[in-house]
C-alpha cells in the first residue's frame, strides 16, 4: 500500500519525533550523540558541546527543550525541510544542514535570531532549485557561509553589503 504524500510527509515527522523523544529521553541516549570539540586554532580554552544527529532521517525538528545548551549541532543527511524552533537554540555557534532538503532561504529564517551562529553549512540542499523568493535574509554574525551544491548561490557572502543589495536573481527564492 503506498500512502499519498500528505500521509507519507505526516508519518515521516511522526517518526522524527519519535527518534528525537527516544535520543533525548535519558543522558545515557543522549550521550552516545556527544562530543567535546577543542577549537585548537583560537587560544584560551575554547571547548564546544557538539550534538551529532546526521542521518537519522528526520524530517521535522520538534521539541528541543532539552538541547537548549548544544553549541555545535550537526543535522547533515537527512530530510529537513524546515527548521523551525531552532531558533530557540541561542547558544549554538555552528550548524550543518547540509545535504537536506531545505529549498528556500525562507525555510532557514529561523537562524536569523540565532545570534551566536558563526558557522553554517547549507550545502547541497534544494535551494536554487525552486522560483523567486522575495524575502531575503541576512546572517551578520555568521562568518563562515558554506553553500555547495546549491546552484548559483554558491560560495554567497552573507555579509557583503553588495550581495545584500545587489544580490543575483537566482539568490531569491521561494
Known sequence: MTLDPPHSQYYRDEYSLVVLK???????????H??????????????????????LSLSHIGSIEKLLWVQMLDLSHNQLSSIEGLQAMQLLSCLNLSNNKMGSFSALEPLTQLKSLKVL???????????????????????????FGNGEMENFD?????????????????
Open 34 to 55: 556527544c562530543c567535546h570539540y577543542r577549537n585548537s586554532a583560537s587560544s584560551g580554552t575554547n571547548n564546544y558541546i557538539c550534538l551529532g544527529l546526521s542521518n
Open 121 to 147: 553549512d547549507i550545502s547541497y540542499n534544494e535551494i536554487g532549485a525552486h522560483a523567486v523568493d522575495t524575502r531575503r535574509l541576512q546572517w551578520p554574525q555568521v562568518s563562515e557561509l558554506q553553500t
Open 158 to 174: 552573507c555579509q557583503s553589503d553588495e550581495a545584500i543589495m545587489n544580490p543575483p536573481a537566482t539568490m531569491l527564492y521561494d
Open 22 to 32: 527516544q535520543l533525548t529521553s535519558s543522558l545515557e541516549s543522549l550521550l552516545r
